[in-house]
């Protein structure tokens, strides 16, 4: 069974910037794709960010494009998500999620294993 622990969420003002950290329990962790998605209160869970096993490959929402950057580090088994130009619709609860698969989805069903949540706030 796979742990996937989230830290880095906060209270920012908009502009500001917040980095995001997902760190899992298994070396297995390094075999497949990661992703991030968010849910804001009383909307359905979005797709953000994806990476693949290696690294080489991402994809972001249209709406984070250019602001927020995703990145896996295989040896420390963590994922992390570079948030910058934050702005208040940003927030929400952010989950990191892990795939069986090597390459990336955005399709939450893609997702096995998910982490508790954190939350991101930003202030206008």
């Known amino acids: 069974q796979v742990q996937l622990v989230e830290s880095g969420g906060g209270l920012v003002q908009a502009g500001g910037s917040l980095r995001l950290s997902c760190a899992a329990s298994?070396?297995?962790?390094?075999?497949?794709?990661k992703a991030w998605f968010r849910q804001a209160p009383g909307k359905d869970r979005e797709f953000v960010a994806a990476i693949s096993w290696s690294g080489d490959t991402t994809s972001y929402a249209d709406s984070v494009k250019g602001r927020f950057t995703i990145a896996r580090d295989n040896a420390k088994n963590t994922v992390s998500l570079q948030m910058n130009s934050l702005k208040p619709e940003d927030t929400a609860v952010y989950y990191c999620?892990?795939?069986?698969?090597?390459?990336?989805?955005?399709?939450?069903?893609?997702?096995?294993?998910w982490g508790q949540g954190t939350q991101v706030t930003v202030s206008a």
């Open positions: 999620a892990s795939s069986i698969y090597r390459e990336v989805y955005t399709a939450s069903a893609m997702y096995v294993y």
């Open positions: 298994t070396r297995t962790f390094s075999n497949y794709a």
